[in-house]
C-alpha cells in the first residue's frame, strides 16, 4: 500500500476525486490496479498467481469434459522424460518413498507366486499325469516347471465383485455363467466389514492389508485399489499370476473411473461399464483328472507284475525240472548226452544211447514230466557201462537161475551152479559179448546128474504079492505113483542127456519045489507089473522084465515081491 | 444401527428385513449386515443396514464401521434411560465420523409404559438441538418401517 505523505489539501482533495473517478469509470480502487499491473510487469509474479489457478482450471476442464486425462499425458509423459533425462537424481528422491513399499510388495507378491507354484507341484505329486508331464517337458525342450505352471492348476473364479472401499457398497458384479447368485450387495458390505475388522482388530499400519481370504476349497482374493476393491470368489487353487490380472483390472476400472469414484454418491450405474474389465478376470481351469489314485492302473500293474512274477517262477522251475532229468539220464548206465538245450517249454536232448539201456520214460514219469516237452534224438553206440555189461552177457548166455554173473574189470565171472548142457555150451563158445574180453568160470559147478535122485527113487521101491494076485492095494498105490514119477522122470532124462537108461522090473523066486514053474509065475508077475506101469504112461521099451532066483542072490529077499533097478540099454547087452 | 447394549437393534432390523447372516457376527465381528430394497418417491432404494455391536463394558463399538455410512439410526431404550446418554456420546462419535450424515434418534419399546423412564423434556431437548425422535417398538411392530423409511428420505435429500 502507498504510504501517504502529509501534502497540501487541495493536493489530497484532487487525488481523492481522480480516484472517484476511476472506480466509477472502470471499477476499480487504486489498489486493485496497481495489483493488477504488479502482475502484468512481473513475469515472477505472475506465474505464481497462475500457478495456483491452473491446477484448478485444468480439473474443471476435466469435470466438464472440455479435456481428457488422456489429453494431458502426452504433456506429462513428455515433461517427466525431459525431466528424467536432465536430472534423473531428481525422479529418485521423488519415488524414493514409494519404492520400497512397491518393492517389497512385488517381492511379496512374487513369492506369494513361488509358493502357490511349489503348492500346485505338490498337489500334483508322483502321479502319472506328473510323468507325462515330464515326457511333454522332454519332448518339447521345455522346463518341467513350465509345464506344471499350465497344467497343474485347477480352478474356476465363480464372481467378481467391485466394491467402493469407503462405503463398502457393491459397485458392480460379474459372475460365470453357471454360477449361482449370490447375495452380492451383502457380501461386499461383509467383505468390507471383515476388512475393517481385520484392521481395526490387529491396528494395522498400512491401510488395505486384507488380501486373502480362505475357506477350505473357496478362496476370496481380495485387490485394494485408493477408491475401490477388487474381490474374486474363486475354488481351488488359481494360477500364480492370477493376482496379476487383479492388479491390472482395478487399476484399470481407477484409470477410467477416477472421478467416479471419487465423487461417488451412491449411484452405481455408471459403473456398469466396468463389466469389460471384470469379465477379464471370471477365468477358470477344467480339471484334467481326477486326483484320486489310479487304481484301474495299478490294479493292471499288480495283475501284469503278478502274471510275469508266475510265468518267470513257472519257467525257472520248468527249466530246473528238465535240466534235473538231463542229470538223471545221463546218469543212467547206457547214456551219454552230447547236447541238452531248454528252450520255452521244451528240452531239446542229443547224444549216444546203447539198445540194451532202459528207456527214459520211467525217469520222465517218475519226475511228472510230459513227453510232448522233450525232443529227443540218440544214435546207438554199445556202452561199456558194467551194469550194460552184465545185461548184454546176461542175453548173450542166457545163464540158468543157479548161475550169477559178475564182472571183475572186462572179465565176466560165472558162479554158482549149472546143468551139463549149459556148462558145456558155456565151453564151447566162440565169441564173447562185445565188452568182455574174457570169462572167468571156476566159481561154477556142474549140476550132478539127475540119476542121483532117479535112480534111488526107482530102486528103493518094491512090493509084495500074494500068491498068483498082482493087485496094490492102497498103500502099494500110493508108492506105486511116486515109481511112475521117477520112470517118467528117466524117459525125460534119457531124451535131454541122449542115454539110454532102462529100468529091470525084478520078480525073485526060489528054485526049490519046481523052479520053472516059479519062474513062470515070476515072469509072469513082473510082466503084469510091466503093464501096470505101461498104463500109467511108462513106455514100454524103458521097461524089462527079469526074474531072480533068491538062492543066486547074497541077501536075503521076500518072495513074491517085485524090485527095480536101472540099467543102461548099450551097456548091458542082451539079458 | 447404532446403540447401548440390548436397546433393541437387532429386534428393529429383525422386524424390517430378513437377514441371510446370523447374529453371532455382532458377537464376533462386532456388525451384522443386512439389505432392504425400498421405493421412496418412486425411485429404487436400496438400504445396507449395519447392525453394530451393542456399545457395553465388554466391547467397544469400531468406529471404522461407520466410515462411509450415509446415515445411522441411534437407538435408545425407552425403559433405561441411561442409554440415552450412550446414544448421545455415540452421535458425537458418529458425527465427526460420517460428517454430519442424518441420523434419526429411536427409543425403543415404546410398548413398555409402566417402566418407561426417559421424560418428555429430555426429548422435547434433544429435538430443540436439531434432532429427529421416534418412538418405536420392534415388539408390537409400532414405527419400525416409518423409521427406516424417513432416514432414507432424509439421506436422499
Same mark, same amino acid.
Not at chain 1, 490294479?299 to 510265468?311: E, H, K, N, S
Not at chain 1, 535240466?323 to 528252450?343: C, I, R
Not at chain 1, 509084495?464 to 498103500?475: A, E, P, R, T, Y
Not at chain 2, 462419535?93 to 434419526?104: C, R, Y
Given at each position: 500500500m502507498e504510504k501517504a505523505t502529509p501534502q497540501d489539501p487541495e493536493q489530497l482533495a484532487e487525488a481523492a476525486r481522480l480516484n472517484e473517478l476511476r472506480r466509477l469509470l472502470i471499477g476499480l480502487s487504486q489498489e486493485e490496479l496497481r495489483r493488477l499491473q504488479l502482475l502484468l510487469s512481473d513475469p515472477h509474479e505472475f506465474a505464481e498467481e497462475l500457478s495456483q489457478l491452473l491446477p484448478y482450471a485444468i480439473r474443471k476442464m476435466i469435470e466438464k469434459g472440455e479435456i481428457t486425462v488422456d489429453n494431458l499425458l502426452p504433456f506429462v509423459e513428455d515433461a517427466m522424460h525431459k525431466s528424467i533425462q536432465k536430472n534423473p537424481q531428481r525422479l529418485a528422491d521423488i519415488l524414493f518413498p514409494v519404492m520400497g513399499p512397491a518393492i517389497r510388495k512385488a517381492v511379496s507378491e512374487d513369492l506369494k507366486r513361488m509358493i502357490a507354484a511349489i503348492n500346485a507341484s505338490l498337489e500334483s505329486g508322483l502321479s502319472p499325469k506328473t510323468l507325462k508331464w515330464r515326457l511333454q517337458a522332454m519332448t518339447s525342450k521345455r522346463s518341467f516347471a513350465e509345464i506344471v505352471l499350465a497344467n497343474s492348476y485347477v480352478y474356476h473364479v465363480s464372481h467378481v465383485f467391485l466394491i467402493h472401499r469407503e462405503t463398502g457398497l457393491l459397485l458392480h458384479e460379474e459372475q460365470a455363467a453357471e454360477s449361482k447368485s449370490l447375495e452380492a450387495d451383502l457380501i461386499s458390505s461383509m467383505l468390507t466389514a471383515i476388512r475393517d475388522f481385520a484392521q481395526d482388530s490387529f491396528k494395522q499400519a498400512t491401510p488395505g492389508s486384507l488380501d486373502e481370504i480362505q475357506v477350505g476349497e473357496l478362496k476370496i482374493l481380495v485387490e485394494q485399489g485408493p477408491f475401490a476393491v477388487l474381490a474374486a470368489i474363486i475354488e481351488g487353487q488359481p494360477p500364480a499370476d492370477y493376482r496379476l490380472t487383479l492388479m491390472e483390472t482395478i487399476e484399470a476400472v481407477h484409470y477410467n473411473h477416477v472421478v467416479d469414484l471419487e465423487k461417488f454418491n451412491g449411484d452405481t450405474t455408471v459403473f456398469r461399464h466396468t463389466a469389460k474389465f471384470l469379465q477379464q478376470c471370471l477365468i477358470k481351469a477344467k480339471k484334467t483328472s481326477t486326483s484320486k489314485p489310479p487304481y484301474l492302473l495299478m490294479a493292471f500293474l499288480f495283475l501284469g507284475m503278478a502274471g510275469l512274477g508266475y510265468f518267470l517262477v513257472q519257467r525257472y522251475q520248468h527249466t530246473k525240472l528238465l535240466k534235473s532229468f538231463a542229470n538223471a539220464l545221463e546218469s543212467q548206465a547206457g547214456y551219454h548226452l552230447t547236447n541238452s538245450d531248454v528252450k520255452g517249454r521244451t528240452i531239446y536232448i542229443s547224444g549216444l544211447k546203447d539198445p540194451l539201456a532202459a528207456g527214459p520214460d520211467s525217469i520222465r514219469e517218475a519226475m511228472n514230466i510230459e513227453n510232448r516237452s522233450l525232443e529227443m534224438h540218440f544214435d546207438a553206440y554199445v556202452s561199456a557201462d558194467p551194469a550194460i555189461l552184465l545185461k548184454r552177457a546176461r542175453v548173450f548166455l542166457?545163464?540158468?537161475?543157479g548161475v550169477n554173473l559178475s564182472l571183475s574189470g572186462q572179465t565176466l565171472i560165472v558162479s554158482g551152479k549149472a546143468d551139463a548142457a549149459w556148462v558145456q555150451q558155456l565151453g564151447q563158445l566162440t565169441a564173447l559179448p562185445d565188452g568182455i574180453q574174457a570169462v572167468d568160470d571156476t566159481g561154477l559147478n556142474q549140476l550132478a546128474s539127475d540119476l542121483t535122485w532117479i535112480i534111488p527113487a526107482i530102486e528103493e521101491k518094491s512090493f509084495g504079492f500074494d500068491v498068483n494076485v498082482i493087485k496094490l492095494d492102497n498103500q502099494q498105490q500110493i508108492v506105486f505113483d511116486s515109481l511112475v514119477r521117477a520112470a517118467l522122470e528117466l524117459e525125460n532124462y534119457n531124451q535131454i542127456y541122449n542115454k539110454t537108461l532102462a529100468i529091470y522090473v525084478r520078480s525073485y523066486t526060489k528054485r526049490s519045489n519046481n523052479a520053472l514053474a516059479n519062474e513062470k509065475v515070476a515072469r509072469q508077475r513082473a510082466e503084469e507089473f510091466i503093464s501096470l506101469l505101461e498104463r500109467s504112461?511108462?513106455?514100454?521099451?524103458?521097461l524089462k522084465s527079469q526074474v531072480l532066483f533068491a538062492e543066486d542072490l547074497n541077501e536075503n529077499v521076500s518072495l513074491r515081491t517085485v524090485h527095480f533097478a536101472v540099467f543102461d540099454k548099450n551097456q548091458s547087452g542082451n539079458d | 444401527m447404532l446403540g447401548a447394549f440390548a436397546v433393541g437393534k437387532t429386534s428393529l432390523v429383525q422386524q424390517y428385513v430378513n437377514s441371510i447372516f446370523s447374529e453371532k457376527y455382532q458377537t464376533t465381528i462386532g456388525v451384522k449386515i443386512d439389505q432392504k430394497q425400498l421405493i421412496i418417491d418412486g425411485q429404487d432404494i436400496t438400504l445396507m443396514l449395519w447392525d453394530l455391536y451393542g456399545d457395553d463394558d465388554f466391547m467397544k463399538m469400531k468406529? &471404522?464401521?461407520?466410515?462411509?455410512?450415509s446415515g445411522y439410526l441411534l437407538v435408545a431404550d425407552g &425403559?433405561?434411560?441411561?442409554t440415552i446418554d450412550v446414544a448421545i456420546q455415540l452421535q458425537a462419535m458418529a458425527a465427526a465420523t460420517t460428517n454430519n450424515a442424518p441420523f434419526i434418534l429411536l427409543i425403543n419399546k415404546s410398548d413398555l409404559d409402566e417402566t418407561w423412564e426417559i421424560a418428555p423434556e429430555t426429548l422435547l431437548r434433544l429435538q430443540q438441538r436439531g434432532w429427529q425422535v421416534l418412538l418405536t417398538s420392534a415388539k408390537k411392530d409400532l414405527m419400525v418401517d416409518e423409521a427406516f423409511e424417513k432416514l432414507a428420505k432424509m439421506m436422499l435429500a
Amino acid at each position: 500500500m502507498e504510504k501517504a505523505t502529509p501534502q497540501d489539501p487541495e493536493q489530497l482533495a484532487e487525488a481523492a476525486r481522480l480516484n472517484e473517478l476511476r472506480r466509477l469509470l472502470i471499477g476499480l480502487s487504486q489498489e486493485e490496479l496497481r495489483r493488477l499491473q504488479l502482475l502484468l510487469s512481473d513475469p515472477h509474479e505472475f506465474a505464481e498467481e497462475l500457478s495456483q489457478l491452473l491446477p484448478y482450471a485444468i480439473r474443471k476442464m476435466i469435470e466438464k469434459g472440455e479435456i481428457t486425462v488422456d489429453n494431458l499425458l502426452p504433456f506429462v509423459e513428455d515433461a517427466m522424460h525431459k525431466s528424467i533425462q536432465k536430472n534423473p537424481q531428481r525422479l529418485a528422491d521423488i519415488l524414493f518413498p514409494v519404492m520400497g513399499p512397491a518393492i517389497r510388495k512385488a517381492v511379496s507378491e512374487d513369492l506369494k507366486r513361488m509358493i502357490a507354484a511349489i503348492n500346485a507341484s505338490l498337489e500334483s505329486g508322483l502321479s502319472p499325469k506328473t510323468l507325462k508331464w515330464r515326457l511333454q517337458a522332454m519332448t518339447s525342450k521345455r522346463s518341467f516347471a513350465e509345464i506344471v505352471l499350465a497344467n497343474s492348476y485347477v480352478y474356476h473364479v465363480s464372481h467378481v465383485f467391485l466394491i467402493h472401499r469407503e462405503t463398502g457398497l457393491l459397485l458392480h458384479e460379474e459372475q460365470a455363467a453357471e454360477s449361482k447368485s449370490l447375495e452380492a450387495d451383502l457380501i461386499s458390505s461383509m467383505l468390507t466389514a471383515i476388512r475393517d475388522f481385520a484392521q481395526d482388530s490387529f491396528k494395522q499400519a498400512t491401510p488395505g492389508s486384507l488380501d486373502e481370504i480362505q475357506v477350505g476349497e473357496l478362496k476370496i482374493l481380495v485387490e485394494q485399489g485408493p477408491f475401490a476393491v477388487l474381490a474374486a470368489i474363486i475354488e481351488g487353487q488359481p494360477p500364480a499370476d492370477y493376482r496379476l490380472t487383479l492388479m491390472e483390472t482395478i487399476e484399470a476400472v481407477h484409470y477410467n473411473h477416477v472421478v467416479d469414484l471419487e465423487k461417488f454418491n451412491g449411484d452405481t450405474t455408471v459403473f456398469r461399464h466396468t463389466a469389460k474389465f471384470l469379465q477379464q478376470c471370471l477365468i477358470k481351469a477344467k480339471k484334467t483328472s481326477t486326483s484320486k489314485p489310479p487304481y484301474l492302473l495299478m490294479a493292471f500293474l499288480f495283475l501284469g507284475m503278478a502274471g510275469l512274477g508266475y510265468f518267470l517262477v513257472q519257467r525257472y522251475q520248468h527249466t530246473k525240472l528238465l535240466k534235473s532229468f538231463a542229470n538223471a539220464l545221463e546218469s543212467q548206465a547206457g547214456y551219454h548226452l552230447t547236447n541238452s538245450d531248454v528252450k520255452g517249454r521244451t528240452i531239446y536232448i542229443s547224444g549216444l544211447k546203447d539198445p540194451l539201456a532202459a528207456g527214459p520214460d520211467s525217469i520222465r514219469e517218475a519226475m511228472n514230466i510230459e513227453n510232448r516237452s522233450l525232443e529227443m534224438h540218440f544214435d546207438a553206440y554199445v556202452s561199456a557201462d558194467p551194469a550194460i555189461l552184465l545185461k548184454r552177457a546176461r542175453v548173450f548166455l542166457n545163464p540158468p537161475s543157479g548161475v550169477n554173473l559178475s564182472l571183475s574189470g572186462q572179465t565176466l565171472i560165472v558162479s554158482g551152479k549149472a546143468d551139463a548142457a549149459w556148462v558145456q555150451q558155456l565151453g564151447q563158445l566162440t565169441a564173447l559179448p562185445d565188452g568182455i574180453q574174457a570169462v572167468d568160470d571156476t566159481g561154477l559147478n556142474q549140476l550132478a546128474s539127475d540119476l542121483t535122485w532117479i535112480i534111488p527113487a526107482i530102486e528103493e521101491k518094491s512090493f509084495g504079492f500074494d500068491v498068483n494076485v498082482i493087485k496094490l492095494d492102497n498103500q502099494q498105490q500110493i508108492v506105486f505113483d511116486s515109481l511112475v514119477r521117477a520112470a517118467l522122470e528117466l524117459e525125460n532124462y534119457n531124451q535131454i542127456y541122449n542115454k539110454t537108461l532102462a529100468i529091470y522090473v525084478r520078480s525073485y523066486t526060489k528054485r526049490s519045489n519046481n523052479a520053472l514053474a516059479n519062474e513062470k509065475v515070476a515072469r509072469q508077475r513082473a510082466e503084469e507089473f510091466i503093464s501096470l506101469l505101461e498104463r500109467s504112461g511108462v513106455k514100454k521099451d524103458l521097461l524089462k522084465s527079469q526074474v531072480l532066483f533068491a538062492e543066486d542072490l547074497n541077501e536075503n529077499v521076500s518072495l513074491r515081491t517085485v524090485h527095480f533097478a536101472v540099467f543102461d540099454k548099450n551097456q548091458s547087452g542082451n539079458d | 444401527m447404532l446403540g447401548a447394549f440390548a436397546v433393541g437393534k437387532t429386534s428393529l432390523v429383525q422386524q424390517y428385513v430378513n437377514s441371510i447372516f446370523s447374529e453371532k457376527y455382532q458377537t464376533t465381528i462386532g456388525v451384522k449386515i443386512d439389505q432392504k430394497q425400498l421405493i421412496i418417491d418412486g425411485q429404487d432404494i436400496t438400504l445396507m443396514l449395519w447392525d453394530l455391536y451393542g456399545d457395553d463394558d465388554f466391547m467397544k463399538m469400531k468406529p &471404522t464401521y461407520l466410515i462411509g455410512a450415509s446415515g445411522y439410526l441411534l437407538v435408545a431404550d425407552g &425403559t433405561r434411560s441411561e442409554t440415552i446418554d450412550v446414544a448421545i456420546q455415540l452421535q458425537a462419535m458418529a458425527a465427526a465420523t460420517t460428517n454430519n450424515a442424518p441420523f434419526i434418534l429411536l427409543i425403543n419399546k415404546s410398548d413398555l409404559d409402566e417402566t418407561w423412564e426417559i421424560a418428555p423434556e429430555t426429548l422435547l431437548r434433544l429435538q430443540q438441538r436439531g434432532w429427529q425422535v421416534l418412538l418405536t417398538s420392534a415388539k408390537k411392530d409400532l414405527m419400525v418401517d416409518e423409521a427406516f423409511e424417513k432416514l432414507a428420505k432424509m439421506m436422499l435429500a
